[in-house]
T-cell receptor
């Protein structure tokens, strides 16, 4: 059965701290790994990673994929209270059969940043 | 609008009632997905449309769940004879295709009492 596991499940930090969120996966026909940020509404897209070892960056956020270890990390530096959210990791599988690019999600990491 | 929209945003139903949840995808997106997100969990796949064709409904939890997208744009997820275990947030997402990211709507929070 396809599985995506995130750790930690929750994390409480203070503004200015750096955090690392982990995602590991066991899926067939891996295509890409995606990170989303979910506040009280729609998950918003952060990164899509397809190639191993290539870091993607956007401001204070960065992410990297390790296909050998079947894992990814999401780093947030100099955290702010606005970073408080649930961070979701999802894996997309190759088309064919019944996968059609559907996403298999982890359970999410709840990040709380205190002032 | 530029994003995916869903309505209603909140729905309270009595056990046994039928409900209909609507999704308006981003214009031109051929792929449309429905996900169910229980409290404290990540979203789980329900069904997938490519244009008007429902190509995968393997995630629908029972035959009380039915989805359609008759003209390849707006989609409706219908739940018949709602049960308490149906209480969840129902998320819709659309995409240009398999190689592209999925954009999510704000979800409909369904509470069955």
């Amino acid at each position: 059965e396809d599985k995506v596991v995130q750790s930690p499940l929750s994390l409480v930090v203070h503004e200015g701290d750096t955090v690392t969120l982990n995602c590991s996966y066991e899926v067939t026909n891996f295509r890409s790994l995606l990170w989303y940020k979910q506040e009280k509404k729609a998950p918003t897209f952060l990164f899509m990673l397809t190639s191993s070892g290539i870091e993607k960056k956007s401001g204070r956020l960065s992410s990297i994929l390790d296909k050998k270890e079947l894992s990814s990390i999401l780093n947030i530096t100099a955290t702010q209270t606005g970073d408080s959210a649930i961070y979701l990791c999802a894996v997309k599988q190759n088309a064919g059969g019944t996968s059609y690019g559907k996403l298999t999600f982890g359970q999410g990491t709840i990040l709380t940043v205190h002032p | 609008g530029a994003g995916v929209s869903q309505s209603p945003r909140y729905k309270v139903a009595k056990r046994g009632q039928d409900v209909a949840l609507r999704c308006d995808p981003i214009s031109g997106h051929v792929s449309l997905f429905w996900y169910q997100q229980a409290l404290g969990q990540g979203p789980e796949f329900l069904t997938y449309f490519q244009n008007e064709a429902q190509l995968d409904k393997s995630g629908l939890p029972s035959d009380r769940f039915f989805a359609e997208r008759p003209e390849g744009s707006v989609s409706t997820l219908k739940i018949q004879r709602t049960q308490q275990e149906d209480s969840a947030v129902y998320l819709c997402a659309s995409s240009q295709g398999i190689s592209y990211e999925q954009y999510f709507g704000p979800g409909t929070r369904l509470t069955v009492t």
